[in-house]
């Protein structure tokens, strides 16, 4: 078992990715082209075996959107389910600072809209899960939830069977006692721009 981070461009933002599974390394015969065990390795490894699980758990964080704040939780929920199933997360567009966050827009914007950050993971989904994943559980916490029950309804994606929210914010989020407060705030934010 191991925990990966990675950077990966998701529709054109970088966004940093966690990855809980089981290591599987990957060695290529540079002379023949074919899997080895003798040879240097290709790729330091490979975080979903596409024989070992069918399923994989995607974790969509609330705000701030950093997905390393939830990697005790990824160990807990992968260790639950006796280490054969992959727990992916994916961190929120422009919430992660990297040195290239200044230059980036977000369809044309300079801050990722809540409906980018639907597109976003949709995107994610589409380009980044192996093919051979055919169940998928999105467990979004706080506005991840949202984000999860958006990305299921507006997704053509099959492999999606179930969403589960933690602490979910799901509607009437500009009514709260804290979006009465911010969303003044994030309007005149966005007027600046």
């Known amino acids: 078992m191991a925990f990966h981070y990675e950077w990966a461009t998701v529709r054109g933002a970088r966004t940093l990715l966690m990855k809980v599974a089981k290591v599987v390394e990957v060695y290529r015969d540079p002379v023949n082209a074919e899997l080895s065990v003798n040879a240097e390795p290709e790729v330091d490894a490979l975080w979903s075996n596409p024989t070992d699980s069918k399923r ?105 069977n179930h969403v589960i929210g933690l602490f979910p914010t799901i509607e009437r989020m500009a009514l709260t006692p804290h979006g009465r407060i911010y969303t003044p705030v994030f309007k005149y934010m966005n007027c600046l721009t």
């Open 56 to 160: 994989m758990l995607l974790l969509i964080p609330g705000n701030p959107g950093c997905i390393n704040y939830y990697q005790e939780f990824a160990l807990a929920l992968w260790r639950s389910l006796g280490g054969t199933v992959p727990v992916w997360g994916i961190s929120h567009a422009g919430h992660v600072f990297h040195d290239k966050l200044k230059q980036e827009t977000f369809d044309g914007n300079a801050y990722p809209t809540l409906q980018f950050q639907v597109d976003h993971k949709r995107w994610f989904l589409d380009h980044y899960v192996p093919p051979h994943v055919e169940h998928i559980t999105i467990i979004g916490h706080s506005i991840g939830s949202y984000i999860a029950l958006q990305m299921a309804k507006q997704s053509k994606d099959p492999r999606i």
